[in-house]
């Protein structure tokens, strides 16, 4: 069974920092592309950031290239999130998501349960 | 970037009705259209990929139909347990872009 727990969602203060984790389980990691996925009540589903199965290709939404650095190790099965310079915008659930195949274009055939975001003075 | 149109926002209907949530392109995405479900207090699941593939488990009364620019999904005789909000996706080219969802509410 393939399961993804995410961790470190927290409350920050504007500017600060924060780190997502996901460790993934019951499938071959490296075989899958992974993705970061954002839900907000106002604004629905946001695709935020993807990464190939080697970790060799990444890609970022444009509200958060420059801020925001996926990375995965696949020793570890992990999946992270750096997230630096942050925004009350920023504020949403974070999903780790995972593609069926390992470089993209493919659809989103497991999530996480998500872990949450506050940014807020 | 690509953008997704779905329609209608919300919808009510009767149980054994029949169901069309539509979800247009702003270009080509050929068959790379994708629905999920999502229920209250949980993560999406994927219903349909390819457009009109669906997953392993899902009841075989979800079906999805499409290609180029304007897809739909279709409940052929809903029930209770579809209250949930639908959502379309495009993976035809990143960025990855969702519709903003079809609310679905049992009468």
């Known amino acids: 069974e393939v399961q993804l727990v995410e961790s470190g969602g927290d409350l920050v203060q504007p500017g600060g920092s924060l780190r997502l984790s996901c460790a993934a389980s019951?499938?071959?990691?490296?075989?899958?592309?992974m993705n970061w996925v954002r839900q907000t009540p106002g604004k629905g589903l946001e695709w935020v950031s993807a990464i190939s199965g080697s970790g060799d290709d990444t890609y970022y939404a444009d509200s958060v290239r420059g801020r925001f650095t996926i990375s995965r190790d696949n020793s570890k099965n992990s999946l992270y999130l750096r997230m630096n310079s942050l925004r009350a915008e920023d504020t949403a659930l974070y999903y780790c998501?995972?593609?069926?195949?390992?470089?993209?274009?493919?659809?989103?055939?497991?999530w996480g349960q998500g872990t949450m975001v506050t940014v807020s003075s | 970037d690509i953008q997704m149109t779905q329609s209608p926002s919300s919808l009510s209907a009767s149980v054994g009705d029949r169901v069309t949530i539509t979800c247009r392109a702003s270009q080509t995405i050929t068959n790379y259209l994708n629905w999920y479900q999502q229920k209250p207090g949980k993560a999406p699941k994927l219903l349909i990929s390819a457009a009109s593939s669906l997953q392993s488990g899902v009841p075989s009364r979800f079906s999805g139909s499409g290609s180029g620019t304007e897809f739909t999904l279709t409940i052929s005789s809903l029930q209770p347990e579809d209250s949930a909000t639908y959502d379309c996706q495009q993976s035809y080219s990143i960025p990855y872009s969702f519709g903003q969802g079809t609310k679905l509410e049992i009468k």
């Open positions: 998501v995972k593609e069926g195949a390992p470089s993209f274009n493919d659809a989103f055939d497991n």
């Open positions: 019951g499938f071959t990691f490296s075989n899958c592309a």
